[in-house]
């Protein structure tokens, strides 16, 4: 089952997509959050809501699957040898020993945009825009001290996720990268949730294509930390909260690390694909985001 949340006549409503089919869900919940908060209730609920009225997939706006958080986004850096290895002497004298636990960072929430949306670029902000195509999964049951072989129990689903950088400003600040991964309206997210039975997350081939090029191909069966060691470490003294939005961590062929290097412009094309997860298809948008507010 894939669920999205839908600009239906100005109106965010769930919907369960199907093939080339929106299917408007008659459902007193209101978003996603709800659902989960309700646990297994608000998911058979979901499931057997009636369908208020079908449309065409290329007929709506698909929004961010998410909105509503506790804290913010969480992340997971290096997850891939060959792109924790491409980034070798570019850190810009942050160079660190090949991890042996997960690398963990967050986001903030303010980062998310539609499966379709236009990504905020401003050359002001930043003069080094990058990609990085990303497997994301959203907790379904909180959480702490989660052993491994209970962890994908704590899984509601999953989606994509297109986790812009900023990685003059990723080095700027101390060597954390919170500010090089949070400005506004920089990240999609969806275009759907997939429920977490509907398909295997160790065998999706994630792609990133930037203005029809493909820069990015791998399997996340190159993980170097896997899904369940990722929840168990990450949970480890700390509560994972239902609804939390997990990224998982992006391949090789980041434009930081190529010879020349490629970073992203205003109406560049970024696509991110993921198999039956779906695709991100966005486009960066010249975007005001220095003036004061």
Known sequence: MRIALVDFSGTPRLAKIDDTDVQILDTPYPDLEAVIAASDEGLAALRNAPVETTLDLSAVRLLPPL????????????????????????REGQEVDRPTRPTFFSKSPTVLV?????????????????????????IGKPGRNIPMDKAMDHIFGYCLANDISQRD?????????????SIDGTMPIGPW??????????DVTLECIVNGETLQKASTKQMAFSIPELIAELSRGMT???????????????????????????????????????????KMKLTDLTSYQ
């Open 169 to 181: 400003l990723q080095r700027a600040h101390g060597g954390q990268w919170l500010k090089g991964k």
């Open 193 to 202: 949730i997939t429920l977490r039975d509907e398909i295997d997350p160790q």
């Open 114 to 138: 539609g499966s379709n949306d236009p990504i905020a670029f401003d050359p002001q902000i930043s003069k080094k825009w990058d990609y990085e195509a990303e497997l994301a999964l959203v």
């Open 67 to 90: 909105s509503r958080f506790q804290r913010d986004i969480l992340c997971t850096g290096w997850n891939y040898w060959k792109h924790f290895e491409e980034g070798i002497g570019l």
């Open 240 to 282: 994972l909260n239902a609804g939390d939005l997990v990224l998982t961590g992006t391949p090789d062929g980041v434009g930081n690390a190529r010879d020349p290097q490629i970073f992203l412009n205003d109406g560049d094309e970024v696509i991110v694909r993921g198999g039956p997860l779906g695709s991100l298809e966005n």
